[in-house]
């Protein structure tokens, strides 16, 4: 195997020509935890010959050190080089390394097993070709490999290799190896792959990964290698329409304008039509320019700068395509998304969707349905949680260019990402695109509250705050509505400041006018709850009753601030009014405590909302 080939010091220029002939092939080892995946990579460089002799001396040294192994090579160390990874004895990064043999290159993705790092193994299997699913043969199919199998699937996939490890525990047991390679086939039926190689293997003992083992008489198939060797990976992107998204418009000099970008499918030649995905326009290809000068023809996975015959506006983030064969254009759309974030999905919030070089705001508006990993089922759910998959409804801020997931990998895939933490947290795979809904039966439609809340994905409701003169009322009452924004609510904050200088400026402070304020603020805020927001008002006296009867049962919540009257006066410049408690407020929170914290316990009280963002 290769390797160490003698052309190297015979003919270096042809042992390179023969590397650039070599065809490449991407595969990805995932499964459950400790079944073998980093030790059989570390068996392939091993004997692949593919480790020199500095590694090979500090291998021998950490394998008796941190090993887990006694007094053998540990295999897993070479690619479990974090500190964390090396005392737990798990991977929890994505590792990449290359070896290769007499008939191809390779490119393999060390997952984690973990559920905590299944959104690393999604990262390693998007650019993936094959997928080696390790089962431990003394555990069986269990949950996480039901999981990863399932997400394999899920980003395109469809040539799989079932390697059966530790066979050597379990004493080369045919019928275990059977047994287990039933039950996997019959879970992945529905999945939708081309070919399932069941291989066992022991990646500790070397069985069956590059020559064949004499303790497993009953199996006649190929070794691990030999199928990786040999497994058909024709390049499927070649026969696709040409795509490509423009990453950078370079403009070096006034005599060159360049739009650079890596084809993502099909290919295209000099002289030939492409139109802009977004405008329509479009332009015949004039030149081809890469780094080793320019190209007459350049196909899917090529790196080009593409010069343009006509002056046409063309931007970072546009898809340029060929005229008879255009990509979809929509801001709504069905995704499949899996979340990738501790802090759950949260359906109506704002999120940014990235797509290639394209950044537009997005809200996931309905999610349709979540997958059972176990069964594969179709369940309900409102949200998602960490490592959950469920297919949804999104709804762009602008126009968006792809292809269905299905029909080309490169175009149809994105990740979401946080407004807030600018962190990635979930990525998706467009199934289909949606058109905006058109109402034709216009005496029909019904334009209410709900209806007008249900396009802000939000039940209406007013946050009453009441207390004493100087007890923080509007303090608070301007944190919750900042958490509430982040949150991807609309909400409205009633003032009393900005009132009283607008609505309520010819009025005093008398009594029978602080009645006609308090009125009036009770209107105004049931007028923007009709308009399905989340309204916020506060009121120094005792006119929560007059204010609930405005408003429907659960729409209103009357919120006391109990801050202390001394507390108080000392705010007001020793002022000490008096004041008679609320009988029965829906929530009562102490005044003493820090504001922010005050705030997120109302959040997280009347909404559900964990209190994950600092305001």
């Known amino acids: 195997m290769a390797h160490q080939s003698e052309l190297i010091a015979e003919d270096i220029l042809a042992y390179l020509k023969s590397q ?20 059989l990579i ?5 004997d692949s010959k593919m480790v020199f002799e500095d590694q090979l001396a500090a291998l021998a040294a ?18 479990d080089g974090l500190q964390a990874e090396r005392e737990q004895g798990i991977t929890i990064d994505v590792a990449y390394r290359f070896f290769s043999t007499d008939r191809r290159k390779f490119i393999v993705a060390d997952t984690p097993g973990h559920e905590q790092y299944t959104r690393n193994m ?59 390679r039933r039950e996997y086939e019959h879970f992945a039926a529905s999945l939708g792959f081309d ?10 003992e ?42 950078w418009v370079n403009r070096p000099n006034l005599d060159f304008r360049g739009f650079c970008g890596t084809i993502a499918s099909g290919s295209i030649s000099a002289g030939e039509t492409v139109i802009v995905s977004a405008s329509g326009q479009t332009s015949r290809v004039a030149r081809i320019v890469t780094m080793d000068g320019d190209l007459e023809k350049a196909g899917a996975g090529q790196a080009v700068t593409l010069t343009l015959a006509d002056e046409i506006d063309i931007s970072r983030g546009d898809l340029l395509a060929t005229p008879d064969a255009r990509p979809c254009q929509s801001d709504r759309f069905e995704a499949k998304v899996v979340w990738m974030h501790e802090e759950p999905l949260h359906l109506g919030r704002s999120y940014l969707i990235k797509a290639g070089a394209t950044t537009a705001p997005v809200t ?14 179709e369940e309900p759910g409102e949200t998602l949680s960490l490592n959950e998959v469920g297919a949804c409804t999104l709804t762009a801020g602008r126009t968006i260019p792809f292809d269905p997931y299905g029909e080309n990998r490169g175009t149809g ?8 933490s600018n962190a990635t947290v979930g990525a998706g795979m467009i199934e289909a695109p949606l058109q905006k809904a058109v109402t034709l039966a216009w005496p029909t439609l019904t334009v209410d509250k709900d209806a007008r809340s249900g396009l802000k994905g939000q039940t209406p409701k007013v946050l009453w705050f009441a207390g004493r003169p100087s007890a923080g009322k509007s303090t608070v009452a301007a944190l919750v509505e900042k958490r509430l924004l982040s949150l991807g609510k609309h909400t409205y904050l009633l003032d009393g400041d900005t009132l009283r200088q607008g609505l309520n400026a010819d009025l005093g402070a008398s009594g029978s006018e602080e009645e006609e304020i308090r009125r009036r603020i009770v209107e105004v805020a049931r007028i923007l709850a009709d308009a399905g927001l989340i309204v916020l008002a506060s009121d120094s006296g005792r006119g929560s009753q007059i204010a609930r009867e405005r408003f429907a049962p659960g729409e209103f919540s009357e919120i006391f601030i109990d801050t202390a009257a001394d507390v108080c006066a000392s705010r007001s410049g020793g002022v000490n009014l008096p004041y008679k408690p609320p009988e029965a407020p829906d929530f009562t929170v102490d005044g003493a405590d820090a504001p922010e914290e005050i705030a997120l316990t109302l959040v997280r009280l009347i909404f559900g909302e964990p209190p994950s963002c600092i305001i």
């Open 364 to 377: 996931v508006s309905a999610l349709r349905f979540k997958v059972n990993v176990n069964t594969l089922e």
């Open 122 to 180: 999604v990262t390693g299997a998007s650019t993936a070709q094959v997928a080696v699913i390790l089962i431990d043969a003394r555990k069986g199919v269990l949950t996480q490999s039901r999981r990863h199998s399932y997400l394999v699937s899920l980003v395109g996939i469809r040539q799989v290799v079932l390697a059966i490890n530790k066979m050597d525990l379990v004493d080369y047991s045919q019928e275990r190896f059977e047994e287990i």
């Open 42 to 46: 570390g068996r392939l460089l091993w």
């Open 206 to 247: 070397g069985d069956n990964v590059l020559t064949r083992s004499d303790r497993t008489p009953w199996y006649a198939g190929p070794t691990l290698m030999e199928h990786l060797d040999t497994v058909p990976i024709a390049d499927a992107d070649a026969g696709k329409p040409f795509r490509l998204r423009v990453q």
């Open 195 to 204: 070919a399932i190689a069941a291989i066992p293997i022991s990646a500790l």
């Open 62 to 79: 950490d394998s008796k050190r941190v090993g887990t192994q006694g007094e053998k090579i540990d295999y897993a160390l070479l690619l």
């Open 20 to 39: 650039e002939e070599k065809t490449m092939l991407r595969f990805i080892t995932c499964g459950s935890v400790d079944d073998g995946k980093s030790t």
């Open 413 to 420: 895939n994105f990740i979401l990402i946080d407004r807030l």
